[in-house]
Each structure stands twice: as C-alpha cells, then as structure tokens.
C-alpha cells in the first residue's frame, strides 16, 4: 500500500437500505493508521476518521453486546 491510497469505501452486508447507514473504509489501516467512516446519504460530505485501535474497541464492544 502507498501512503497516498484512496479509501475504498463499504457498507455492511447487514445493512437494510432503509437509507440509515455508514461507510467504512478501512483498507487505510495499515498505510494511515486510521478508519475512515462517512453518512452513505451524504458520500461528498465529511468523514470522521478513528484511530485503530478505537475502531476495534468499538467493534469489539459491538460484539460483545450482541448488536
């Protein structure tokens, strides 16, 4: 991976199209260290970007409640 990667960008297979979902991209992982998520209705607009590891907190506590 190069440093000047573009986010490939992807929604969730469990996502329903009920039009409330995010994009993730985190294929920037190993070259930025960082997850970037956006509002899928709004793909030109800002992305938050999460560090790693807080990323996979939060997966991780996704996981745990069962969600």
Known sequence: MTTDESP????????D?????IEVAANLVVSHGV?????SKNPSGPALAF????WG???AGIK????
């Open 35 to 39: 997850v970037p998520v956006r509002d």
């Open 8 to 15: 490939r960008w992807f929604k969730s297979s469990y996502s």
């Open 17 to 21: 199209n009920g039009g409330n979902c």
């Open 64 to 67: 745990h409640q069962g969600v």
């Open 51 to 54: 560090d790693d590891s807080a």
């Open 57 to 59: 907190a939060f997966i």
